[in-house]
Each structure stands twice: as structure tokens, then as C-alpha cells.
């Protein structure tokens, strides 16, 4: 089997995460690969995805002939569509949908967990924001307590 790429292997993730997330759910999708899970969902499948940023009802992203809206964003600020009925809130609401278990999945990005799947948080060396796992309770909130972290074993040098 031959080695993938970096990004065959974030589209290989994102699909997964895509195909594991329940039908009719109401789904959080964090910052990084999990965003990328809205461009893979089946059309048979219904899911209502929420963004930490203050969107209920995030579609795919928004193609390059398109007139990108550069206000409509996902957590990892990529230009994205609407699904009909999306509204707004601000992202102190959006946070307390979360975690207050109205999300039947959350998904967050992890650049490093532990053997118990408990995520670490990270600042990225070198790099002016802080890394995936900021608000590492996320995903223990989801209503039926499923968690998918995602780790697909690069390395960070300090």
C-alpha cells in the first residue's frame, strides 16, 4: 500500500468522520479536519452542523466561482454555504449549546491524545493562535457521550 499524502489523508479523515455521524443529528464540527466533514456527507443523510463561531445550519464550502460572503465562516474560517433554516448566535451561546448536551456529536481536532483518548492542549510553537484542543471538554458533552477526536500522527517540533 502506497504512503498517502498529507492531504489524501485529511480527506480520508474528514470522510470517516462524515460517514460516523448520526442522521437527523445536530453535530458540532471544530477547527481543522473536522470542517472538512460537511464536504463528504452522504445526500441521504440529514445533519443539522453547528459552529463554534455562532452558525446553526452550515453547508458545504463555498466553491471558488462563487461569490464568497467573507462574513460566512466555519471554526477553521473557511468560506462555507447555508443550509435552509441556518441562523446565528454568538459564540457564547454556540459554546453553551455544547456544553450543555445539546449536541448529539461533537467533533474536535487533536494534535496529540493519550492511550484514554483525553486530548492535550496546545499552543502551537512559532504560530500566532493557539493549536486544536483549546476547549477540550467539548466532546465529552455530546447526548450520547460520542467522541471522535482526531489525530493523524504528525509531528510537532518545539
Not at 453547508?59 to 435552509?84: C, D
Amino acid at each position: 500500500m502506497r504512503n498517502m499524502s498529507e492531504a489524501e489523508t485529511k480527506v480520508r479523515i474528514a470522510k470517516r468522520v462524515a460517514e460516523m455521524l448520526p442522521d437527523g443529528g445536530f453535530v458540532n464540527l471544530g477547527v481543522g479536519i473536522p470542517t472538512m466533514a460537511v464536504d463528504y456527507l452522504p445526500a441521504d443523510k440529514h445533519i443539522y452542523i453547528q459552529t463554534e463561531n455562532g452558525m446553526l445550519g452550515v453547508g458545504p464550502k463555498q466553491l471558488s466561482g462563487e461569490a464568497i460572503i467573507p462574513n460566512l465562516i466555519n471554526a477553521s474560517r473557511t468560506p462555507v454555504t447555508e443550509t435552509p433554516g441556518c441562523c446565528y448566535f454568538d459564540s457564547a451561546t454556540s459554546f453553551a449549546m455544547i456544553r450543555s448536551g445539546r449536541m448529539d456529536a461533537t467533533v474536535i481536532g487533536a494534535i496529540q491524545i493519550n492511550e484514554a483518548g483525553d486530548l492535550a492542549n496546545w499552543a502551537l510553537p512559532g504560530k500566532g493562535v493557539l493549536g486544536p484542543g483549546g476547549a477540550m471538554d467539548l466532546g465529552r458533552w455530546s447526548k450520547r457521550g460520542d467522541r471522535c477526536d482526531i489525530s493523524y500522527g504528525k509531528k510537532w517540533q518545539a
